[in-house]
Structures are given as C-alpha cells and as structure tokens.
C-alpha cells in the first residue's frame, strides 16, 4: 500500500511563502500523476495543481503565478511552493498521487493545515 507523507503547513501573514512536501513510500511502476488538492472550511475539496511522471504540469486560475509545484524523483518527494499566499488560501491541504497504470488508483496523503491570516 503506497503512503503519501505531507509537512510544510503552518500559520502564515499574507503576502507570506510556505513549501509544502509530500513523498511516497515507494517510487510508482509505471505513468501516474501527483498533485495538490485543498479543502476550505464549508467547501468542497478542489484540485489546485498537479505533475504528472513526463513532467507536465497545470494550475488552477486562483494560483497561477503564485504557486509553483515540482518534484524531486531521487527523494520519491513533490512540493508546492505558494508565495504571496492569501487569507483564501487558508485550507487543508491534501497530497495525491493517481496512478493511471494501475485503473486511475488514487492515494491521499494525510492533510496539512494551511493558514493565512494577519
């Protein structure tokens, strides 16, 4: 069973940086994609940015230009980089990892608290 590990949350002012990190237990067999998914508080959990094993990767409009996702395949790791983070970026982050190889299987990490608040 692949487990996702998150860290990097924390309580940050606006206009602040945090990285957030999640690694695999195991490096995936075979074409999967990764990513990022938050959940606010009375919202549904959305998709803000995901990698996919070729290296493609897309965001969703509210974090273009603020949020750079990458990933260290030595380390089985992925990041988020969220700069100029905003009090609506506060939230609970989720890791994902989709392995398209194996029927779309999906694994969630634990979830990291974000907050942005003055």
């Known amino acids: 069973q692949l487990q996702l590990a998150e860290s990097g949350g924390g309580l940050v002012h606006p206009g602040g940086s945090l990285r957030l990190s999640c690694t695999l237990s195991a490096p995936p067999r075979g074409y999967y994609t990764i990513g990022w998914f938050r959940q606010a508080p009375g919202k549904e959990r959305e998709g803000i940015s995901c990698?996919?094993?070729?290296?493609?990767?897309t965001y969703t409009d509210s974090v273009k230009g603020r949020f750079t996702i990458s990933r260290d395949n030595a380390k089985n790791t992925m990041y988020l980089q969220m700069n100029n983070l905003k009090p609506e970026d506060t939230a609970v982050y989720y890791c994902?990892?989709?392995?398209?190889?194996?029927?779309?299987?999906?694994?969630w990490g634990q979830g990291t608290q974000v907050t942005v608040s003055s």
């Open positions: 990698i996919s094993s070729r290296n493609g990767s």
């Open positions: 994902n990892a989709r392995m398209i190889y194996d029927n779309n299987r999906n694994y």
